[in-house]
């Protein structure tokens, strides 16, 4: 009967499944094995977890934050907060290492993207490469401030728009007086029979 209900408890709370991982893990010779050993744990724990958060602690968390709020035991909200939807977000070592396979999916649909875009490189067009950079530093937490903004983008795109327009012009008047000097010499060579054709 005890045995029966330790099982029970073991079963419970996914001991044997915690044990497996346990004695998977060990000493791994570089990171693309350890970042293998982590997804491999995030595939198996991370529907179990997922369900345990959404369906339970997400909505405890929610409540006392509601009730503290409603007795009035924080700081005053600016009506602008009150106004927005807030989000619960967890921030543990493994919601970190659920949240950045999220990486590892968008690269490997790079990889898998690679022949199709090497056979038709128009293809690459349906990629937006400046919202990918940003979704992977999103999803490993990096401070906003390393990364330009939209507005500061556009910029730093429309003076490097100007320069190469720069660029073409004065190549192109470069070559417009390289073009006048050759004809001169061609006009002196002939005795001036040049000048005299295009004034006539």
């Known amino acids: 009967m005890q045995e029966k209900r330790v099982e029970k408890i073991k079963a419970h709370f996914f001991v044997n499944m915690f044990l497996m991982l346990d004695r998977s893990?060990?000493?791994?010779?570089?990171?693309?094995e350890i970042l293998a050993r982590e997804k491999e744990k995030v595939l198996v724990l991370g529907p179990v977890i997922s369900r345990l958060?959404?369906?339970?602690?997400k909505p405890i968390v929610e409540f006392a934050f509601k009730a503290h709020l409603d007795n009035g035991q924080f700081p005053e909200v600016p009506p602008a907060l009150l106004e927005q939807d807030?989000?619960?977000?967890f921030t543990s070592p493994f919601a970190q290492t659920q949240k950045r396979q999220g990486v590892t999916n968008i690269m490997g649909a790079f990889q898998q993207a690679v022949p199709i875009?090497?056979?038709?490189?128009?293809?690459?067009?349906?990629?937006?490469?400046?919202r990918s950079i940003r979704k992977i530093f999103e999803l490993y937490d990096v401070e906003v401030d390393t990364l330009f903004s939209p507005e500061e983008v556009k910029y730093i795109e429309y003076v490097e728009q100007q320069q190469i327009?720069?660029?073409?012009?004065?190549?192109a008047a470069t070559a417009k007086v390289q073009n006048l000097k050759t004809l001169a010499s061609a006009d002196k060579d002939t005795g001036g029979k040049i000048a005299e054709a295009f004034s006539g």
């Open 117 to 130: 875009l090497k056979a038709d490189p128009r293809a690459g067009k349906v990629i937006n490469t400046k």
């Open 165 to 171: 327009k720069q660029q073409q012009q004065a190549q």
């Open 25 to 32: 893990s060990g000493v791994y010779k570089n990171i693309p």
């Open 86 to 89: 807030m989000e619960v977000e």
């Open 53 to 57: 958060l959404s369906s339970v602690i």
